[in-house]
């Protein structure tokens, strides 16, 4: 089907996205379809990326026709369950891939992240519908990178900016139920309604539900072999932050049913016996997928993401035990700072989750993954190999979405493996 109108609608570079669509697709046939023993529910995560900037941006599109908000986000910190209370539209925006850098860099230094980076060029080189799409974005005071990039970024889109503290006290506490009590104010202006205690409580249950398949999904990959490989856990913690929820979960769930014939089988992605690895660190957004294809090629299996695009981002589910929106948001409130971001000083709850992933998921090493200028997690590492490097083998691996380090990646990772058998 041919989306063309809708995208020179939204102003997109039409050559270059073109250029984008055509690489990715290449890139996945090559990393995701190459997969042996794939459980056959992926068809439809297959289908997703396959009409990536199609048939969701079309569904978003009718969504705006009917007056509904659209709203972007780039941090699992923003309380998206505010969003859809209002019949509104939550998109995860964080891009993974190395696309307007040089447009990027006119406006911002060289050595950044390459996450901030990318949003900046998805925005500037016109190829991406979602932003294009959104009625306005929300960030969040998190790192320092984030958070004066999206002074600049304001003047490209709208950006509505969440005070994030940066320790979990008493009062940074009643200073992040204020934020929240103010972004649902600015979500109520926005689009035109006032939250009832009803809405909310919907708005939370439907998150939490994808939250739980989710939940489900990880749980699967205890067994040996596990059910899936890490690169379709990955796509699908992806998929996540921008299809429709309802559908979604339903697909997780169908996944998850199909998982649980498999391990009752002992039927997996690899052999039983196959090297375990917990990933953990910086979000890999959508197409970042360098170090689980290496990780996984090289004949091991990821069974854990400790990670937004992952474990941090399902783990805590919001309480729905409270007759009043302000009880909800408070409840609201308090699950999104159980998050335990690297921002955060100090962030002890960090390292005892990622100890308690080990645990459960039998990993036998553990992959720290930073992007190169990310300082909450470059320096983070030293608490972090600290908690678990008794327990399991560690790699240390700082990157960024190019591809000229492949091969000496590859290399090192590979001799990991050689420590883990
Ligand atoms: S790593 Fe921290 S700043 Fe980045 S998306 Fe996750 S919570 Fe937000
Ligand atoms: S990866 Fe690190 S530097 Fe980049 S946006 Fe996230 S926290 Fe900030």
Same mark, same amino acid.
């Given at each position: 089907?041919?989306?063309?109108?809708?995208? $020179?609608?939204?102003?997109?570079?039409?050559?270059?996205?073109?250029?984008?669509?055509?690489?990715?697709?290449?890139?996945?046939? $090559?990393?995701?379809? @190459?997969?042996? %023993?794939?459980?056959?529910? =992926?068809?439809?995560?297959? $289908?997703?990326?396959?009409?990536?900037?199609?048939?969701?941006?079309?569904?978003?599109?009718?969504?705006?026709?009917?007056?509904?908000?659209?709203?972007?986000?780039?941090?699992?910190?923003?309380?998206? #369950?505010?969003?859809? *209370?209002?019949?509104?539209?939550?998109?995860?925006?964080?891009?993974?891939?190395?696309?307007?850098?040089?447009?990027?860099?006119?406006?911002?230094?060289?050595?950044?992240? *390459?996450?901030?980076?990318?949003?900046?060029?998805?925005?500037?080189?016109?190829?991406?519908?979602?932003?294009?799409?959104?009625?306005?974005?929300?960030? +969040?005071?998190?790192?320092?990178?984030?958070?004066?990039?999206?002074?600049?970024? %304001?003047?490209?889109?709208? &950006?509505?900016?969440?005070?994030?503290?940066?320790?979990?006290?008493?009062?940074?506490?009643?200073?992040?139920?204020?934020?929240?009590?103010?972004?649902?104010?600015?979500?109520?202006?926005?689009?035109?309604?006032?939250?009832?205690? @009803?809405?909310?409580? #919907?708005?939370?249950?439907?998150?939490?539900?994808?939250?739980?398949?989710? %939940?489900?999904?990880?749980?699967?990959?205890?067994?040996?072999?596990?059910?899936?490989?890490?690169?379709?856990?990955?796509?699908?913690?992806?998929?996540?932050?921008?299809?429709?929820?309802?559908?979604?979960?339903?697909?997780?769930?169908?996944?998850?049913?199909?998982?649980?014939?498999?391990?009752?089988?002992?039927?997996?992605?690899?052999?039983?016996? &196959?090297?375990?690895?917990?990933?953990?660190?910086?979000?890999?957004?959508?197409?970042?997928?360098?170090?689980?294809?290496?990780?996984?090629?090289?004949?091991?299996?990821?069974?854990?993401?400790?990670?937004?695009?992952?474990?941090?981002?399902?783990?805590?589910?919001?309480?729905?035990?409270?007759?009043?929106?302000?009880?909800?948001? +408070?409840?609201?409130?308090?699950?999104?700072?159980?998050?335990?971001?690297?921002?955060?000083?100090?962030?002890?709850?960090?390292?005892?989750?990622?100890?308690?992933?080990?645990?459960?998921?039998? @990993?036998?090493?553990?992959?720290?993954?930073?992007?190169?200028?990310?300082?909450?997690?470059?320096?983070?590492?030293?608490? =972090?190999?600290? *908690?678990?490097?008794?327990?399991?083998?560690?790699?240390?691996?700082?990157?960024?979405?190019? $591809?000229?380090?492949?091969?000496?990646?590859?290399?090192?990772?590979? *001799?990991?493996?050689?420590?883990?058998?």
């Amino acid at each position: 089907m041919g989306y063309e109108s809708l995208w $020179q609608k939204l102003g997109l570079d039409l050559e270059a996205h073109e250029g984008l669509l055509n690489g990715l697709g290449k890139v996945y046939e $090559q990393v995701f379809l @190459a997969q042996k %023993n794939r459980p056959q529910a =992926m068809e439809y995560f297959d $289908q997703v990326v396959g009409s990536i900037h199609g048939a969701r941006v079309e569904e978003l599109f009718k969504a705006k026709e009917e007056s509904r908000l659209v709203v972007g986000t780039f941090c699992v910190f923003v309380p998206e #369950e505010i969003v859809w *209370a209002v019949n509104g539209i939550c998109v995860g925006l964080c891009a993974g891939a190395e696309v307007g850098f040089e447009q990027a860099e006119e406006l911002l230094p060289r050595n950044l992240c *390459a996450l901030i980076k990318a949003f900046f060029g998805f925005k500037l080189a016109r190829v991406c519908p979602y932003v294009e799409i959104c009625d306005f974005l929300v960030g +969040e005071t998190t790192c320092d990178g984030k958070k004066k990039a999206y002074e600049i970024f %304001n003047s490209l889109k709208k &950006t509505y900016v969440m005070h994030v503290p940066q320790k979990k006290d008493e009062e940074s506490l009643k200073l992040w139920l204020n934020e929240v009590r103010r972004f649902k104010e600015e979500i109520e202006r926005a689009s035109g309604r006032e939250i009832s205690v @009803a809405e909310l409580k #919907e708005a939370i249950e439907l998150i939490n539900r994808r939250r739980e398949a989710l %939940n489900r999904l990880n749980e699967l990959r205890r067994a040996d072999p596990p059910p899936i490989s890490g690169l379709d856990t990955l796509l699908i913690n992806q998929i996540a932050f921008y299809d429709d929820p309802v559908r979604f979960t339903t697909k997780v769930n169908e996944l998850c049913s199909e998982l649980e014939e498999r391990v009752k089988k002992g039927q997996g992605v690899c052999p039983k016996g &196959t090297p375990r690895i917990i990933v953990s660190g910086c979000p890999m957004a959508i197409p970042n997928w360098k170090i689980p294809y290496i990780i996984e090629s090289a004949g091991a299996v990821i069974v854990g993401e400790e990670s937004c695009v992952g474990r941090r981002n399902t783990r805590n589910l919001v309480e729905v035990s409270s007759s009043t929106v302000d009880g909800l948001v +408070e409840n609201i409130a308090n699950r999104y700072m159980g998050i335990d971001c690297a921002i955060f000083t100090p962030n002890v709850e960090r390292a005892e989750n990622l100890k308690e992933m080990v645990s459960e998921l039998s @990993a036998q090493g553990v992959v720290h993954y930073s992007l190169k200028f990310c300082d909450p997690y470059t320096i983070e590492v030293h608490h =972090m190999d600290n *908690a678990v490097s008794s327990l399991v083998p560690t790699l240390r691996i700082e990157t960024d979405y190019s $591809q000229e380090d492949m091969e000496q990646l590859r290399t090192r990772i590979e *001799a990991f493996l050689e420590l883990l058998k």
